[in-house]
């Protein structure tokens, strides 16, 4: 049986924030990361990932508890992990590409169930409120990090590449991700 757990909002509206943040920062290096995937592939496999999240609404009475949104936003946060520490470690390929769009997937497959368990499980409005709040001010923020970083990159170190910037801005991003990681787990608390 799973430890009952309790959220501190405090912990959670700031991982809520670095999530955002992360999205920001990251929002405009997809692009070129499924760039050698072919698009018959991408809808092939968006087909797959549609069906799959239907299985995993039929489970929602099943899962609509603390314990599962609190081990199913940490594998989402490793998940994303993963693929990064790959980007990463080895040259950018057919095969890596792949993996960043499969392991993205699976964070948006489980994007649907997270969204509602939280309105389900979070039951104050002012804590929606703060929530919404910072999660727009992450996106913007990290929209705006990214704006400047690739300026730098271009103007200061004449890295123009698309494929370069991005990379470059991965190491910032596996950066709030470990911060994101470990404000998620302080987040929660066993009871």
Same mark, same amino acid.
């Given at each position: ?41 991408? +809808? ?33 946060? !490793? ?10 470690? !080895? ?25 509602? +368990? ?27 990090? +990214?704006?400047? !970083? ?42």
């Amino acid at each position: 049986m799973l430890s009952k757990l309790k959220i501190n909002f405090r912990n959670y509206i700031y991982y809520k924030f670095f999530n955002s943040l992360f999205l920001g920062v990251g929002i405009g290096s997809f692009i070129s990361q499924y760039n050698p995937i072919k698009i018959s592939e991408i +809808a092939i496999l968006g087909i797959l990932f549609s069906v799959l999240s239907i299985l995993i609404a039929k489970v929602y009475t099943k899962i609509m508890f603390q314990q599962y949104f609190y081990i199913i936003l940490l594998f989402v946060e !490793f998940v994303m992990l993963f693929w990064m520490t790959f980007f990463l470690l !080895f040259e950018f390929s057919y095969k890596i590409a792949l993996l960043i769009y499969i392991s993205r997937s699976v964070t948006f497959l489980f994007g649907d169930y997270l969204g509602r +368990a939280e309105t389900h499980l979070v039951k104050r409005k002012q804590i929606f409120s703060f929530i919404d709040i910072n999660r727009q001010m992450g996106l913007i923020i990290g929209m705006i990090i +990214a704006v400047i !970083f690739y300026y730098i990159l271009e103007k200061v170190y004449f890295i123009s590449d698309n494929q370069s910037q991005v990379y470059y801005i991965h190491f910032f991003l596996y950066i709030i991700e470990l911060l994101i990681i470990y404000l998620l787990v302080k987040s929660f608390r066993k009871v």
